[in-house]
């Protein structure tokens, strides 16, 4: 009996190889942060919210982290989602202003 990985499964596997090895070689927590503060800048929301979930899962604790994500979401229409972010960063301490 011959089973073919080949194909959608194989592209599976190495897409997730790839995943895998950028999160093992990834950015530090400061480096994702000041790339999600310029991307922010550009209005490069889309962007800003990869980087802002990096972020969080090298910290979840990040305020900073919680407020970039939240602010892209709030320009992207996302107002739910952005909401409970900006909540989470208030409560970590991110300054209100």
């Known amino acids: ?11 599976v596997v190495g897409l997730n190889f790839v995943f895998l090895l950028a999160a093992c070689t ?4 400061k480096e994702l942060l000041a790339s999600a503060k310029t991307k922010y ?3 490069q929301y889309t962007e800003v919210v990869i980087q802002a979930k990096n972020v969080l ?3 979840q604790n990040s ?3 919680r407020f970039y994500l939240g602010a892209a979401l709030y320009a992207m229409g996302d107002f739910s989602s952005a909401e409970i972010e900006l909540r989470k ?3 970590l301490g991110f300054p209100e202003n």
Not at 26 to 29: C, I
């Open 1 to 11: 009996m011959r089973i073919n990985l080949g194909g959608r499964v194989g592209w």
């Open 26 to 29: 990834g950015k530090s927590e």
């Open 41 to 43: 800048s550009q209005s």
């Open 57 to 59: 899962q090298k910290n």
């Open 63 to 65: 305020a900073e982290g």
């Open 89 to 91: 960063a208030r409560e």
